[in-house]
Every structure is written in structure tokens, then in C-alpha cells.
């Protein structure tokens, strides 16, 4: 099982705002990344370090954290959206590199 | 552009060992944690581990006494040896380029397109 929690699924109207969280105990001392993979495709980097985005990733993507959540947040969302959601970090024993269980999210 | 490619058989042979190479274009395999992450079908990701360019590695503990990665910087090429697969190591398997982050988090910014290894006799 995975030290990072994520809910499995989360639906958002279309253009609404919508957070997806990722709670862990490693996240108090790490930062988290977000990744987006779409049915049949690779992932996708869309946040890093918390709060950044790569280059190409629309200012509609923003990331934060406190203790020991952190937050994906998707402002007017749309249905490209429609994703699986992945948060990683590191362990609590800071030695290997973990992923969240995912949050599918579907835009209505 | 960077792009990485992932090669292998598609179909692996139970107790087999499933041999995977990752080629890496459009960019320097230099100062980056070159990793490999899974995901079984239907399943989430899971990170198997990481070689870095200097040859050190750092494995899943779960997977560690199965898995081997090495790196080959004049082919731009790194690598995934996993023995003694069986039936629960069907995924589609990714190579990705890790980078670490301010708070040592590694974040993986470019990823190949991913292929489905099956175990079956």
C-alpha cells in the first residue's frame, strides 16, 4: 500500500474549480509532484516542488501544500481534464520514491 | 526535444528474466536519475527505481533482490533487468527522466510512451 492517500475518485462541473489532495506523512518534510496520465497515455508532469509548472502546462493548474497534505487545484476545469491524477514524493525514510494510489476525476 | 523510447519483448516467459532498454534522444543522459515505473493494467503507478547517470541506483524495496539497472552513456541508453518474473509483473512498463527537486523529491518530467509486458506461459 502506498504511503501517499488519495481519494479514488473526485467529479467537478465543467468550468468549475476542483482540489485533489494527497495526504501523507513524508509530505511534512517533502515536497510534492503532480502528474496527469490520460486513458491510454503516458503521464504527464503538470506540477513540481509543490507549487510549479513545466513549460506548456496552462496557469489553470496550480499546486500547494501544508502539513502533511498536498493540493492539486484545477480553476474552470475543463473536459480535457478528465484525467487519472497522480501526487509523488519521497517515503518517510526519505530513501525511495512513492506514488499516490491516483484520483480519477471526471468533468460533468 | 528529449524523447526516450522503451524496448523489449512483449511477451515473457514465467521464472524468465524480462530485459528492458530505454534510448534516450534529443538530449544528454548526463546529471539526471534515469528511472523505470510500472503500472498493471488497470492499476496505479508504481516506481520500480532509479540509475543515475554515474551508474549508482536505487531500487523499490519490494523489488530490490529482483531488479538490476545499469547505464550506457555512449549509446545514451539505460536499462531494466527484472528475474524470476511472474504473472503479477504484467504492466506497461515506463521509462522516465528524473530530476531532483528543492526538497530532494524526485519529479519526472519526460516519460516514454510505455510498453505492456505480459508474463504468460
Known amino acids: 500500500s502506498s504511503e501517499l492517500t488519495q481519494a479514488p475518485t473526485v467529479s467537478v462541473a465543467l468550468g468549475q474549480t476542483v482540489t485533489i489532495t494527497c495526504q501523507g506523512d513524508s509530505l511534512k518534510n517533502y515536497y510534492a509532484n503532480w502528474y496527469q496520465q490520460r486513458p491510454g497515455q503516458a503521464p504527464v508532469l503538470v506540477i513540481y516542488d509543490k507549487n510549479n509548472r513545466p513549460s506548456g502546462i496552462p496557469d489553470r493548474f496550480s499546486g500547494s501544500g501544508s502539513g502533511n497534505t498536498a493540493s492539486l487545484t484545477i480553476t474552470g476545469a475543463q473536459a480535457g481534464d478528465e484525467a487519472d491524477y497522480y501526487c509523488?514524493?519521497?517515503?518517510?525514510?526519505?530513501?525511495?520514491?512513492?506514488f499516490g494510489e491516483g484520483t480519477k476525476l471526471t468533468v460533468l | 526535444q528529449v524523447q526516450l523510447q522503451e524496448s523489449g519483448p512483449g511477451l515473457v516467459r514465467p521464472s524468465e528474466t524480462l530485459s528492458l532498454t530505454c534510448t534516450v534522444s534529443?538530449?544528454?543522459?548526463?546529471?539526471?536519475?534515469w528511472t523505470w515505473i510500472r503500472q498493471p493494467p488497470g492499476k496505479g503507478l508504481e516506481w520500480i527505481g532509479y540509475?543515475?547517470?554515474?551508474?549508482?541506483?536505487n531500487y523499490n524495496p519490494s523489488l530490490k533482490s529482483r531488479v538490476t539497472m545499469s547505464v550506457d552513456t555512449s549509446k545514451n541508453h539505460f536499462s531494466l533487468k527484472l528475474t524470476s518474473v511472474t504473472a503479477v509483473d504484467t504492466a506497461i512498463y515506463y521509462c522516465?527522466?528524473?530530476?531532483?527537486?528543492?526538497?530532494?523529491?524526485?519529479?519526472?518530467?519526460?516519460w516514454g510512451q510505455g510498453t505492456l509486458i505480459t508474463v504468460s506461459s
Open positions: 540509475v543515475y547517470y554515474s551508474g549508482s541506483t
Open positions: 534529443g538530449g544528454s543522459i548526463g546529471s539526471y536519475y
Open positions: 522516465a527522466r528524473g530530476l531532483v527537486g528543492a526538497s530532494r523529491t524526485v519529479y519526472h518530467d519526460h
Open positions: 509523488n514524493s519521497r517515503d518517510s525514510s526519505g530513501i525511495q520514491v512513492i
